[in-house]
């Protein structure tokens, strides 16, 4: 695939420069997707923009009555006035689609002038015991480049050390240091059988310090059990049409 195979609509030309960019695409318990549309709703995010290619899912995703497609973008100002951008998405591309993915993300970056691209993850721990419920859940990040770790260190953010990786992330992190763009991906340890809101939460309180503004999540832990059950219900219901999409291998780290 190349990467014309994915093109970027821009609905309105938004000004992006020096903007933050999250990248929400399904992980290891939906961490990634759940952390994306819980940011647009917290920041206020409206759609700026759209992904298309002919190997996303023949489907239109429904909410509030409004189509919209498999993968979308939102946009808006926060209060401290930094720019923000999120893309999202409910389903796993193609392994052989995430390298045209991520090009057409990173160019999209580059294009707008963006600062600083944040993609979380969900990864299991291998070799430590599962977490309680009421347990918060441990976040790590790893930046693409000197300053992105940098910035991770200046925070106080525990940085990942050692393991793997593997889709839209992993590959945004290795686009972002072979080009010099900053690219930080955050790793929450999940449960990898089903969506996890609460790795998402402590992946969202990361970001939060990450863009300079504190988001709450109380309502995220409080609606977990629910966002949980709302998810596995629309896989369910999507997965005759997403069949083909394939599995890939998912971020891990050696405990």
């Known amino acids: 695939m190349h990467l014309e195979d994915v093109e970027i609509v821009d609905f309105e030309d938004t000004d992006l420069s020096d903007a933050i960019v999250i990248a929400g695409f399904p992980s290891i318990g939906l961490v990634s997707t759940i952390v994306a549309n819980y940011s647009i709703d917290a920041l ?23 189509p919209l497609s498999p993968v979308r973008i939102y946009a808006g100002k926060l209060e401290t006035g930094e720019k923000i951008a999120v893309f999202v998405s ?11 993915l991520s090009d057409a993300i990173i160019d999209w970056v580059k294009k707008k002038g963006c600062k600083l691209l944040i993609s979380p ?29 940098q910035i991770l260190q200046s925070m106080n953010i525990p940085q990942f050390k050692n393991g793997i990786i593997a889709g839209v ?10 080009e010099n763009i900053d690219v930080i991906s955050i790793l929450a340890e999940a449960h990898p059988n ?4 609460r790795a998402a939460a402590s992946a969202i309180t990361v970001i939060g310090t990450l863009i300079g503004v504190k988001i709450d999540v109380a ?12 998810l596995q219900k629309f896989h369910k219901q999507a997965k005759p049409m997403v069949s083909g999409a394939g599995q890939i291998p998912q971020p891990s780290m050696y405990g």
């Open 44 to 66: 206020g995010l409206k759609q700026v923009g759209a992904l298309n290619s002919p190997h996303f899912p023949t489907l239109s995703v429904v909410h509030t009555g409004e």
């Open 90 to 100: 409910e389903f796993k591309p193609k392994p052989s689609l995430i390298s045209s």
């Open 169 to 178: 992330s992993g590959v945004l992190l290795n686009k972002g240091k072979h």
């Open 219 to 230: 309502p995220l832990y409080d609606e977990a059990e629910r966002i949980e059950k709302q």
């Open 194 to 197: 089903y969506p996890d809101a």
């Open 121 to 149: 993850e969900g990864m299991v721990v291998e070799g430590k015991p599962s977490k309680e419920e009421d347990d918060i859940v441990d976040a790590y990040a790893i930046g693409s480049t000197e300053n992105a770790r």
